[in-house]
C-alpha cells in the first residue's frame, strides 16, 4: 500500500508579525500539521515573486506567504507591495497551469498564533485533497542545487 | 574554499528532545551534511547555559569553525546569545545562526517521526544558509542628547522629570493647556486615600519649572521623521490667544468673560468652565486659553472683556497655529487613556436617567473645587442620597464590548464606596463580578471596606430602570441584579447609580500609531517589545512607551513605566552612540539602469537618485532593512545584508533537502 501524499509547503513570515504569531503558536502549544516549513524574512515586501516560483519548481506542493496586517506593518507600507505582488503572481501562475490554491496569503498580527495555526492547519488539508504538483524540473530529472560562488581568497 | 560548520542541536530538557530525536538529527547533520562542510555536530542538553555556549567557544578554538548553526528555540529568544558567544570566541557573531525547532516544531507538532524529519530539513536550510553569511559590522549612529516625551499626564511628567533630573533636556509635548492628566480630576487616590491633587501637583510644578524641560502645553506632535538617535519633529502648538510672556495668570481674563460653557473635559460635562479658561486652579501652565469656537468675539466680533480688563495687555486675538521642528534621539509617547462610554449600554440609563454618574463624574463630584465643591448631591445640586449603586466592569470583561479587564476599576469602586459611607453615611450596594485586589495595600483596603458595612452582590447588573414594580420603587433607579451566589434575582432600589466605566485606549490611537510608526492591537493599546521582558520599548528603536498607552494600569504602575522607558532612554544617551543591525539594503550602482523603480517604494526616502551618474543610492542610515526595494529591482542591482537571495534561496534548497538529493544523484 503506497504511502499516503503529505504536501511540502514552504511558508515566507516577516520577522515582527507573523513569524512572532507562529512563536505564539509555538508557546501556547497550539498543534498544526508538520507539513509547513517556514522561512523568516524581515518584511513580507521583500518576498520576491521568484522565491515563490523557485519553491513550486523546487518540490514545494505550496506557498504560504505571511505578513502584517495592512496599515501595521512594521515597515509602515510595504505589504501593500506584497500584496500587489502577491495578486500578479497568482494570475500568473494560473496561466502556467499552477492551481490558485497553492498559493495563499493570510495576514497575521504577532498575537493571532491560534489564527495562524488553524489556517496552516486548512491549507495543508486543501493541499492534500488537491495533490501533489509534480512541477516538471529538467529533463534528465535532475535536481538543481544553488552552488554558493567561489570567493577569491 | 568550504566554510567549516558546526552545527548544534539542542534538547531543551524535555521541550525538544520530548518530540524530536536530537540525537538523531545532530547525527544526520555530521553525515548527510557532511560534504556541504558541517564538521562537527553535537547534541546538548541547554545550549543556552554557558556550558552549551562554552562547547560552541572550544569547538571554534579548536577545530577552527568559520560558521555556526544551533537549533534550538526562537532566534527572538536566543540569537543575541549565541552570535555573543561566537563573537568572544572571535568568530563574527553574524556568521551564526539560530533555526528554531521548538516553538516552529517540537512545540506545535504531535508525530515524532514528523517533527524529527522536519528538523533534519530545518537544521539543512541553516547549514545552507549560514554559508552565504557575510560577517557584517553593526552601523554606529550618534545619540541626540535631547528627548521628546509625548503626553503630560503622571507617566508623561515622571518620564521627562527623571530625564530632566539627569541632566538632559526634554520636550514635554501636552494637548490640553494643561499637563496633570486624568490624575488630576481625581478626588482621592486609593488605596492611601491621599489627595490626587496634593500628590500630582508638587510634579506638575517640578515639570513646569525645571531648566531642561521645554513644556509645550495646547501642543500636538504632527509629524516624525529620522530614526534613532536623529529624530525630526514637527510640533504644532496651538494659539492660546495669550501671550505668555505677558500673562501673570491673576485670573481677571476668567472671572470677566460674560459667556460660561459647559466643561465636558475637565469636568466631564458636570461643571461650567469660561470660554477664557484655566482648566482647574493648578494648572500647569498658569496661562489661560481662549476657547476659539465658542468665543463671542471670534463668532461675533464683539465683546473683547478679557482684552479690555487684562491689566498687562496680554491678550493677542492675532495669535496663530505655530509649528516647531526639533531634533530629538529618543521619544516616550505617554499619551494615556480615555474612558469606556456607557452611552453604549443603554440599559444602565447613562444620559437617560438623571442620577446615573460615570466614575469620573462621580470623581468631580467628590472633587472639593468641583461643581458641587466635593458634595455628593444628585443632579438637583441639593439632596444627598440615601442609597447608592456602584456598577462595576462597565464595558469591561465583556465579550461584547471590551473582553480585556481594566484593572483599575474594582479598587475604585471600592474607594467610591467609601467616600460615599464617609460623606454621606447612605448605604452602598457594589455590583462585581470578582473583585480584584492585587497590589500593595489593596486587599486590606477591601477588607476595610468590608467592615464598614458595604453590601457585595456578586453578579452583573442587567439593567437600571424606573419603571417601579412596587411603592418602594417609586421614585429611585431600580438596579435589577441576579446575586449569583444565593442564585436569585434581585431589585435593588437606590437614589444613585456610579457607574465604574472601564478604560479604552484613545480614540485616534490608530492614527498615534501611524504618525509614530508604531503597531497597535486591534484593540487600540500601543503593542510593547515583548509583553513580558520588554513592556515599555516598542519594535521601533528610540521610541517607548509609558503608562496606559500600553494597557490599563493604575498610577503605580503608570509612575514605573514612566520611570522604566526614561532609564532606558538615559541610557542611550549615555552612550553617545547606538548600534544598529546591519541589516541594509545597498545598490550596485555597476548593476543599476537607473529605472528608479525602488525609489518610491522606500517608506522612509533612503533611497536617492544621482542625476549625474543615472544610479540610485541607499542610504544606509535611513534604510531600515524591509529588503522591498531589493525584491522590486528588476536588474538584481540591490542587495540586502543579512537576507540577500543567496542566503533564502540558499534556505529554501535546504528546506526541501536538495542538498541531500544531490548526494543520491
Not at chain 2, 484593540?523 to 498607552?549: F, N, Q
Not at chain 2, 552612550?575 to 522612509?604: H, M, T, W
Amino acid at each position: 500500500m503506497s504511502e499516503p501524499f503529505e504536501p511540502v509547503i514552504i511558508g515566507f513570515t516577516c520577522n515582527w508579525c507573523s513569524y512572532r504569531a507562529a512563536d505564539l503558536a509555538g508557546t501556547a502549544r497550539i498543534k498544526y500539521p508538520p507539513n509547513v516549513r517556514l522561512i523568516r524574512l524581515m518584511c513580507s515586501g521583500r518576498l520576491d515573486p521568484t522565491f515563490v516560483l523557485k519553491a513550486l519548481s523546487g518540490g514545494a506542493d505550496a506557498v504560504l506567504i505571511t505578513g502584517c496586517h495592512p496599515g501595521e506593518c512594521h515597515y509602515i507600507e510595504q505589504n501593500y507591495k506584497a500584496l500587489r505582488r502577491y495578486l500578479l503572481l497568482r494570475r500568473t501562475l494560473v496561466q502556467m497551469g499552477v492551481e490558485p490554491q497553492r498559493l495563499k496569503l493570510v495576514w497575521a498580527s504577532a498575537a493571532e498564533g491560534v489564527r495562524l495555526a488553524s489556517e496552516i492547519t486548512k491549507l495543508v488539508e486543501e493541499i492534500r485533497s488537491l495533490g501533489p504538483l509534480n512541477w516538471p524540473t529538467s529533463t534528465n530529472g535532475q535536481v538543481e542545487i544553488f552552488e554558493p560562488l567561489e570567493v577569491p581568497a | 574554499m568550504t566554510e567549516r560548520i558546526g552545527v548544534y542541536v539542542c534538547h531543551c530538557g524535555t521541550n525538544i528532545a520530548g518530540m524530536v530525536d536530537v540525537e538523531g538529527v545532530a547525527k544526520w547533520a555530521a553525515e548527510k551534511l557532511n560534504h556541504r562542510g558541517v564538521v562537527i555536530a553535537r547534541d546538548y542538553k541547554f545550549m543556552c547555559s554557558s556550558l552549551g555556549q562554552e562547547l560552541i567557544q572550544k569547538d571554534i578554538h579548536e577545530l577552527g569553525l568559520t560558521r555556526v548553526v544551533v537549533a534550538a528555540c526562537s532566534p527572538h529568544l536566543h540569537e543575541q546569545t549565541f552570535r555573543n558567544a561566537c563573537k568572544q570566541a572571535g568568530l563574527n557573531p553574524y556568521l551564526c545562526e539560530l533555526v528554531s525547532i521548538r516553538e516552529q516544531v517540537s512545540w506545535v507538532h504531535t508525530d515524532k517521526a514528523a517533527a524529527t524529519e522536519k528538523s533534519k530539513a530545518v537544521v539543512s536550510s541553516g547549514v545552507e544558509r549560514v554559508i552565504w553569511n557575510e560577517p557584517l559590522e553593526p552601523i554606529r549612529v550618534p545619540i541626540h542628547p535631547d528627548s521628546l516625551v509625548v503626553g503630560g499626564g503622571i507617566a508623561g511628567i515622571q518620564a521627562a522629570l527623571e530625564i530632566a533630573d539627569a541632566g538632559y533636556h526634554v520636550y514635554l509635548v501636552e494637548r490640553e493647556p494643561s499637563i496633570g492628566g486624568h490624575m488630576a480630576q481625581f478626588d482621592k487616590t486609593f488605596p492611601t486615600l491621599d489627595c490626587s491633587a496634593c500628590i500630582l501637583t508638587p510634579k506638575m510644578v517640578q515639570a513646569g519649572s525645571h531648566p531642561n524641560i521645554t513644556l509645550m502645553t495646547w501642543s500636538e506632535v504632527t509629524q516624525v521623521d529620522g530614526y534613532v538617535g536623529n529624530f525630526t519633529v514637527t510640533i504644532k502648538q496651538k494659539p492660546r490667544y495669550v501671550n505668555a510672556e505677558l500673562c501673570t495668570g491673576c485670573g481677571i481674563c476668567q472671572e470677566k468673560c460674560p459667556k460660561k460653557v459647559i466643561d465636558d473635559v475637565y469636568e466631564a460635562g458636570l461643571g461650567n468652565r469660561k470660554v477664557i479658561y484655566n482648566p482647574f486652579p493648578q494648572a500647569v501652565p498658569k496661562y489661560p486659553v481662549l476657547d476659539r469656537p465658542n468665543c463671542t468675539y471670534f463668532n461675533k466680533g464683539t465683546c473683547k472683556a478679557c482684552e479690555k480688563f487684562c491689566p498687562t495687555g496680554a491678550i493677542d486675538f492675532n495669535q496663530t497655529d505655530e509649528y516647531f521642528q526639533v531634533n530629538v534621539g529618543n521619544i516616550i509617547l505617554a499619551t494615556g487613556f480615555d474612558l469606556f462610554d456607557p452611552l453604549r449600554i443603554p440599559q444602565y440609563g447613562y444620559k437617560r436617567l438623571a442620577n446615573v454618574y460615570t466614575s469620573l463624574e462621580f470623581e468631580r463630584l467628590c472633587n472639593a473645587a468641583g461643581p458641587t465643591n466635593g458634595n455628593i448631591v444628585l443632579r438637583d445640586g441639593v439632596t444627598i442620597p440615601k442609597t447608592v449603586g456602584i456598577v462595576h466592569c462597565v464595558g469591561s470583561r465583556d465579550k461584547n464590548y471590551n473582553a480585556y479587564c481594566s484593572s483599575i476599576c474594582c479598587m475604585q469602586s471600592l474607594k467610591f464606596a467609601h467616600l460615599v459611607h464617609e460623606r454621606t453615611g447612605a448605604e452602598v450596594y457594589n455590583f462585581y463580578i470578582d473583585i480584584r485586589t492585587p497590589s500593595k495595600g489593596y486587599e486590606e483596603f477591601y477588607q476595610r471596606l468590608l467592615e464598614e458595612g458595604t453590601h457585595f452582590v456578586r453578579g452583573k447588573v442587567a439593567e437600571v430602570t424606573t419603571a417601579a414594580r412596587d411603592p418602594k420603587e417609586e421614585g429611585k433607579l431600580i438596579i435589577q441584579v441576579e446575586d449569583t451566589l444565593i442564585g436569585k434575582q434581585r431589585r435593588i432600589p437606590v437614589d444613585m447609580v456610579i457607574l465604574s466605566a472601564g478604560i479604552e485606549p484613545r480614540s485616534d490611537s490608530k492614527e498615534t500609531a501611524h504618525l509614530f510608526g508604531l503597531s497597535c492591537s486591534a484593540d487600540g493599546w500601543m503593542i510593547e517589545r515583548h509583553p513580558k521582558l520588554d513592556p515599555v520599548a516598542t519594535m521601533t528603536e528610540g521610541i517607548y512607551i509609558a503608562g496606559c498607552v500600553q494597557g490599563p494600569k493604575d498610577i503605580p504602575a503608570s509612575v514605573v513605566q514612566g520611570a522604566a522607558a526614561a532609564a532606558r532612554v538615559l541610557g542611550k544617551i549615555q552612550q553617545k552612540e547606538i548600534a544598529l543591525e546591519p541589516i541594509r539594503a545597498s545598490v550596485d550602482q555597476d548593476k543599476c539602469s537607473g529605472c528608479r523603480i525602488c525609489n518610491n517604494l522606500c517608506p522612509f526616502n533612503a533611497i536617492l537618485f544621482h542625476e549625474d551618474l543615472m544610479v540610485s543610492e541607499v542610504n544606509p542610515a535611513l534604510c531600515q532593512g524591509c529588503g522591498t526595494c531589493v525584491a522590486a529591482c528588476p536588474a538584481g542591482a540591490i542587495s540586502g545584508t543579512g537576507f540577500s537571495n543567496e542566503q533564502i534561496l540558499a534556505q529554501m534548497d535546504g528546506l526541501l533537502l536538495h542538498n541531500i538529493q544531490a548526494l543520491n544523484v
